[in-house]
């Protein structure tokens, strides 16, 4: 089994889109971050969903999360409010990480290697220098290997 046949149509995020957009796309499709793409449809970098919660959550309650517990239910449903206005770009770190990125050829064994050595839960599937054509994400890869899908 090839790359291209593990891969699912993968929602994708641009570097001007708004932070609230990426939060509802990692909750609405169950994923672990999502790969932003240039104009041209081509994977640039990935944004991780801890990213996302960095940008909402406090700096105080990031340094002692023990400060969060003192912070009501209503009251931390407010700090989302904080990301309106943002854009991606201010989530992604100065120095650009480059993104997971496998050739539809690529074998099953080729996608895990890549996931392995980058530490990240997703890959983008793109011909070289190309547009994404779909994304594989370690639950996915898992249950191909394992045989569970």
Known sequence: MRARDL???FPTISRT???LE???????NNLPGLIVVDDAGR???VLGGTQV??????GYCR???ALARMIDEPSADVFLRGAEGRTVADLLPQERVEPPVVEPQAT????AAVMAQKRIPLVAVADRGGPMIGGITLDALLDRMLGTA
């Open 7 to 9: 891969a699912v149509p």
């Open 17 to 19: 889109d708004p932070v």
């Open 22 to 28: 990426a939060a509802r796309l990692l909750a609405a």
């Open 43 to 45: 994977p640039v970098t």
């Open 53 to 58: 919660l960095r940008l909402v959550i406090p």
């Open 63 to 65: 340094e002692d999360p």
């Open 108 to 111: 099953v064994l080729e996608v």
